[in-house]
C-alpha cells in the first residue's frame, strides 16, 4: 500500500518553501464554498421556484458621452470583480442547501452592439435593454453580472449592466458605478487606484449574520415579528379596475411626481413639529390614503431598508437590502 502523506521532515527548508507555495496556490485556484446570507437563500428559493423568472434582474444604463476607452474600460469592469468576490459568485447545491462558489476569476469580455448607422436608434436601443434585462440567469453559471455596450455615435454610448438581485441590490449598484468611474479615471491617466482596500467581503457578512442569528437572537427576532404580525390581513382590499389575477405578474409600474415647494416645505415642518422623520409622516399619509379608499382598519405597508447599520459594509457590494412592514391599526380615536 503507497503511502500519500506527505512526508516533509527529510526535507530543507527551500524545499519546504516551494511544496508550500505551491499548496497554496492549487488551494488559492479552488473554488470555496462557504454559506448564504439569509436573504441570499431566499433569492435562491425563489428562483428554484420559478427558474425561468427574471423578476430578480437588476438593469442599470449608464449614458457615456466623449473619448471612452472601451479597452480600458473592459479591464476596469473586470478589476472590480477582481476586487468585490461577490461579482464572481456562483451558487451551487450542497444537500439540497445553498452554498456560495467563490471563483478565483472571471473575465468579463464587454461585447460592443455598433447601433451608429440605425435608422430607429432609439427603438433598437429599448429593444437591446428589454432583452439584457429578460435573460434568465443560472445561479450556478458565471457570470451573474452581464455588461454590454451600445455604440450609438463616435463619441456616445451606452453601458448596460444587468445582475441577479442575489449578488446586489440597488445601494451596491452606486457603488458598482462609483468604483468603476474612479478606476477608470486611475488606469486613463496611468495613476496608482485610489481606492481603500476592502478589509471585508460579502461573504463574511454572510458568516457573521449566520453566526449571529444561531444564538438566542434568532428566537428574539422570530418572537418579535410573531407577535407584531400576529392575525395580520393577507389582502389589501382596494376598489381596482379589473379583479385580482389568481397568479401574482410582477408587472408593476412606477410613477412619479413632484411636489410643490410649499407642501414640501409644509411637510417637513409638521416632521418637526411632531418629532418625526420626513419618511414617517409620508407613511402615515398612505396608510391614510389606504385607509380611506378601502375601510379597513389595519394597514400594512411594505418597505426596503438599506441594512447597512456596520461602517465596515458601506462600500461593499453585495444582497443587504432587507424588507420591513410598517403595521398600523385605524381607530376613530385618531387625529
Known amino acids: 500500500m503507497t503511502n500519500n502523506k506527505l512526508n516533509l521532515d527529510n526535507l530543507s527548508q527551500e524545499e519546504k518553501k516551494k511544496i508550500l507555495a505551491k499548496l497554496l496556490q492549487q488551494k488559492?485556484?479552488?473554488?470555496?464554498?462557504?454559506?448564504?446570507?439569509f436573504a441570499q437563500q431566499r433569492l435562491w428559493f425563489l428562483q428554484q421556484l420559478e427558474p425561468e423568472s427574471t423578476a430578480y434582474n437588476i438593469p442599470a444604463a449608464l449614458e457615456l458621452t466623449g473619448n471612452i476607452d472601451l479597452d480600458i474600460?473592459?479591464?476596469?469592469?473586470?478589476d472590480i470583480c477582481d476586487r468585490h468576490e461577490i461579482l464572481r459568485t456562483v451558487f451551487v447545491t450542497v444537500d439540497n442547501e445553498p452554498k456560495q462558489k467563490i471563483l478565483s476569476k472571471i473575465n468579463n469580455a464587454l461585447p460592443v452592439v455598433d447601433l451608429s448607422?440605425?435608422?430607429?436608434?432609439?427603438?433598437?436601443?429599448?429593444?437591446?435593454?428589454?432583452q439584457e434585462t429578460k435573460?434568465?440567469?443560472?445561479?450556478?453559471?458565471?457570470?451573474?453580472?452581464?455588461?454590454?455596450?451600445?455604440?450609438?455615435?463616435?463619441?456616445?454610448y451606452i453601458l448596460l449592466f444587468t445582475l441577479h438581485h442575489i449578488i446586489t441590490d440597488y445601494y451596491s449598484m452606486r457603488v458598482l458605478i462609483q468604483e468603476l468611474a474612479t478606476i477608470y479615471q486611475t488606469k486613463i491617466n496611468n495613476i496608482p487606484s485610489t481606492l481603500p482596500k476592502l478589509e471585508l467581503q460579502y461573504v463574511d457578512f454572510a458568516v457573521w449574520q449566520r453566526k449571529w442569528l444561531e444564538s438566542d437572537n434568532l428566537q428574539t427576532q422570530l418572537d418579535y415579528w410573531q407577535q407584531q404580525?400576529?392575525?395580520?390581513?393577507?389582502?389589501?382590499?382596494?376598489?381596482?379596475?379589473?379583479?385580482?389575477?389568481?397568479?401574482?405578474?410582477?408587472r408593476g409600474k412606477t410613477k412619479t411626481f413632484i411636489l410643490p415647494i410649499e407642501l414640501s416645505q409644509a411637510l417637513q415642518a409638521l416632521s418637526s413639529k411632531e418629532n418625526t422623520t420626513l419618511f414617517m409622516t409620508l407613511l402615515a399619509g398612505l396608510q391614510t390614503l389606504l385607509y380611506r379608499y378601502t375601510e379597513q382598519t389595519d394597514i400594512l405597508v411594505g418597505s426596503t431598508v438599506a441594512n447597512r447599520d456596520k461602517k465596515e459594509i458601506s462600500n461593499l457590494i453585495g444582497l443587504f437590502v432587507n424588507n420591513l412592514i410598517f403595521r398600523t391599526k385605524f381607530n376613530p380615536q385618531l387625529t
Open 73 to 78: 474600460l473592459r479591464k476596469s469592469i473586470n
Open 28 to 37: 488559492a485556484k479552488q473554488p470555496r464554498l462557504f454559506p448564504t446570507s
Open 117 to 130: 448607422n440605425t435608422e430607429e436608434q432609439e427603438l433598437e436601443i429599448k429593444n437591446t435593454i428589454h
Open 229 to 250: 404580525l400576529a392575525d395580520a390581513p393577507t389582502l389589501i382590499n382596494l376598489p381596482t379596475d379589473f379583479p385580482r389575477p389568481q397568479r401574482q405578474t410582477l
Open 135 to 156: 435573460q434568465v440567469f443560472d445561479l450556478a453559471e458565471a457570470p451573474l453580472l452581464r455588461t454590454k455596450v451600445l455604440s450609438l455615435d463616435k463619441d456616445k
